[in-house]
């Protein structure tokens, strides 16, 4: 049996550690290296993006650090856990809880409704009595502006709607942590506003945020700017 890892202590406001990491990846022409090294420390609050070129590492450092992918080599503490010491159901459970995360095609399962959508994370972690959880995600859609739509299925809503219920979802279980894989990119303009609006509220509210975008004109929302080029943090 696996013996459940405690968090160690990191600094008052650290929240993400990344020390060495490296991810190299076999292809049949060779050994593929994602990562070259990454050290990063994340402090809570913070409205992080990662920018760079496409093949860069920027969905590479992504995935180790919500625990989708896992390093070749180094460490990541996240609220002090060593999530590279977690096995894949560790992982699994770890996620649910400390990390919402967010993809451009927004990733709904189109055979639920809207509100189904937003408790699957509840239902998968147990995190909410089962009586409270729709009115839980009932709550959430509200706070996004959607409570409209919650009956309805993704194919229903417009892009900017789906991208709303899809930041309900990840805040499902109230993680400390919300992760963005270019959610603006299927986005008008107008659309990608109001969505950027969004994430910075939930900043003043005490979440932090990593964000990988190209939409380097909304600049002005983050506290800092990532880039990667060739694996490495320039």
């Known amino acids: 049996m696996r013996t459940q890892l405690q968090p160690t202590p990191t600094a008052q406001h650290t929240l993400i550690q990344l020390s060495g990491v490296h991810r190299t990846f076999e292809t049949p022409s060779g050994a593929f290296h994602a990562l070259k090294g990454i050290d990063l420390t994340v402090e809570k609050g913070e409205f992080i993006a990662v920018v760079g070129k496409s093949g860069s590492g920027k969905s590479t450092l992504i995935n180790v650090l919500t625990g989708i992918d896992s390093p070749t080599r180094g460490e990541i503490h996240i609220e002090g856990t060593p999530i590279h010491q977690l096995g894949q159901e560790q992982l699994s459970t770890w996620r649910g809880k400390t990390v919402g995360v967010m993809f451009q095609f927004f990733?709904?399962?189109?055979?639920?409704?809207?509100?189904?959508?937003?408790?699957?994370?509840?239902?998968?972690?147990?995190?909410?009595?089962?009586?409270?959880?729709?009115?839980?995600?009932?709550?959430?859609?509200?706070?996004?502006?959607?409570?409209?739509?919650?009956?309805?299925?993704?194919?229903?809503?417009?892009?900017?709607?789906?991208?709303?219920?899809?930041?309900?979802?990840?805040?499902?279980?109230?993680?400390?942590i919300l992760v963005a894989d270019e959610p603006t990119g299927n986005l008008d303009s107008a659309t990608s506003l109001e969505v950027m609006q969004l994430f910075a509220a939930l900043v003043k509210e005490g979440k932090t945020v990593l964000m990988v975008t190209h939409e380097r004109e909304y600049a002005r929302f983050f506290t800092r700017t990532l880039t990667m080029q060739d694996g490495r943090l320039t």
Not at 118 to 143: I, S, W
Not at 151 to 161: A, R, V
């Open 107 to 176: 990733q709904l399962l189109p055979t639920l409704t809207v509100i189904e959508n937003v408790m699957l994370p509840m239902d998968f972690c147990n995190t909410y009595p089962v009586k409270e959880r729709r009115e839980r995600a009932m709550q959430l859609l509200a706070k996004l502006g959607i409570t409209e739509q919650a009956n309805k299925l993704p194919t229903d809503l417009s892009g900017g709607q789906q991208q709303r219920a899809a930041i309900a979802r990840a805040l499902a279980n109230n993680p400390p």
